[in-house]
């Protein structure tokens, strides 16, 4: 697989004009060109494997920025996707960053992106109002019968009766208002406080479950929201039950998500309460609830997910996944996505990522070179890395270390001009050494000239 990648990372000059202000620091990318065969210079290029929204796209400047939408494209330095299955092969060696363009990352392979050292972003909150007015769309469904009615209407105006019965069937679809009852919303992130907050503003009682809720989140509920230390709590008291927790593919022994919603929180359910599942499907047990409901249940579960065994029960209504579905969720998901990377690639800020540590940097300096190194977090590699910056004489003028499981971040700024009095003749035999020290996975040395700069390590040799 080296051989191959390393046969797709063809170099492509791409001029571009530097402001004298920037010679001295373009004196080091200069130094690192010299080898490097994934080198655009001055452009970082983005790779696309769905329609991004070109609201997003706009906030790369085409001056450093390139995007493309190929099935593969070499030498890429980001990939931003929506909803494509994205597998390894399809991540060239030269990717620093993977953003998706929506809250789940199911479609990447994360752990195997942590190995590689490759930060894998995602959007919080970007399409947290459009999926939470389709809950709010979810709790009239459940209590109304409006798809029933819709599909009665239709029959009937087939026949040509629809005048003549509308009246006298009406009754066979009544239902119950909302305000009075109780929401009961587990999982009180962006979507699940905004629920929260406009089921109150229709008259409804908030019930909420949420260990990790954030401050943030907290200050958006209802002053009166009632929180519960348990799921079970929430079964017992609610109306109405919203999902608004990640899916972890794991048993629930081991603190995944998977089928969640079983026998157990079933059984403390109102016979008459509904479930909105607008989180994700495979939360749901669905053999469990089809018992439920076969047994005399009269409430309902919409869903935004498909379902293979429930999907024409008369108590279920299932969606096309539309949550996430409206130009503004699209737009925002994009812009997001695109800052994100923008910022880490420029300048080494990690923020909405799913695998690496939240570390948020200044801009560089213009005599500054910044170093950000990725390695195993484990004893002895941050030792070895501050002395390899010792024996180049170098004066670290910030260092920020940063670690989640198994992977850690490093970000140590340099002066420019230091180099030339310690063990190292250029910055590109810094780098090797650096990203060469066991434990290490890659190094970029930010500088003025944008996709360059960057080295790994590659089954054991050096790849820059």
Not at 194 to 218: C, F, H, K, Q, W
Not at 336 to 357: C, D, R, W
Not at 387 to 409: F, G
């Amino acid at each position: 697989m080296l051989s191959r990648q390393l046969s797709r990372a063809i170099p492509r000059a791409v001029p571009r004009a530097f402001p004298a202000a920037q010679t001295r620091s373009l004196s080091l990318a200069l130094d690192l060109d010299h080898k490097m065969v994934d080198n655009v210079p001055g452009v970082f290029r983005i790779q696309t494997y769905n329609k991004i929204s070109p609201v997003g796209l706009t906030n790369y400047p085409t001056s450093h920025y390139e995007v493309v939408n190929e099935t593969m494209t070499p030498n890429s330095h980001a990939i931003m996707i929506r909803s494509h299955k994205l597998k390894e092969e399809e991540v060239p060696l030269t990717v620093r960053c993977i953003a998706r363009c929506g809250a789940g990352t199911n479609n990447v392979p994360v752990p195997r992106m942590t190995e590689l050292g490759i930060p894998v972003f995602n959007t919080p909150g970007a399409n947290a109002n459009a999926v939470k007015e389709l809950v709010l769309c979810g709790l009239l469904l459940a209590s109304r019968k409006v798809v029933q009615g819709i599909g009665h209407m239709r029959k009937l105006g087939d026949e040509g009766l629809a005048k003549e019965r509308v009246e006298k069937d009406k009754a066979m679809f009544g239902g119950q208002e909302l305000k009075g009852k109780t929401l009961g919303v587990i999982g009180l992130g962006h979507i699940g406080a905004a629920t929260a907050r406009d089921a109150a503003a229709l008259g409804m009682s908030v019930v909420g479950y949420d260990p990790g809720m954030s401050i943030e989140n907290a200050l958006k509920l209802p002053n009166d929201t009632k929180l519960v230390d348990s799921m079970k709590n929430v079964f017992a008291t609610a109306d109405y039950i919203s999902l608004n927790i990640p899916y972890i593919n794991k048993p629930t022994a081991e603190g995944g998500t998977h089928g969640i919603i079983g026998r157990d929180l079933l059984m403390t359910m109102k016979k008459d309460a509904s479930i909105l599942n607008f989180a994700r499907g495979e939360l749901v047990d669905s053999e469990a609830l089809k018992d439920w409901f076969d047994a005399g249940s009269t409430g309902k579960y919409v869903s935004d997910f498909p379902d293979d065994l429930l999907y024409d029960h008369e108590n279920v209504i299932l969606i096309p996944h539309l949550g996430a579905s409206t130009a503004e969720a699209e737009d925002a998901a994009a812009t997001m996505a695109a800052n994100t990377i923008k910022q880490f690639l420029e300048n080494g800020t990690i923020v909405n990522s799913v695998n690496f540590p939240e570390t948020k940097l200044e801009a560089r300096g213009d005599t500054t070179v910044r170093m950000a190194i990725i390695n195993e977090n484990k004893t002895g590699v941050l030792a070895n890395i501050l002395q390899a910056i010792s024996d180049a004489n170098l004066n670290i003028l910030q260092q920020v270390n940063k670690s989640r499981d198994n992977i850690a971040y490093n970000v140590i700024d340099v002066e420019l001009d230091s180099l030339a009095d310690g063990k190292f003749q250029t910055w590109s035999e810094l780098q090797e050494t650096l990203t060469m020290i066991d434990g290490v996975v890659s190094s970029r040395f930010m500088n003025d000239v944008y996709g360059t700069g960057y080295a790994k390590k590659v089954e054991g040799q050096y790849f820059v």
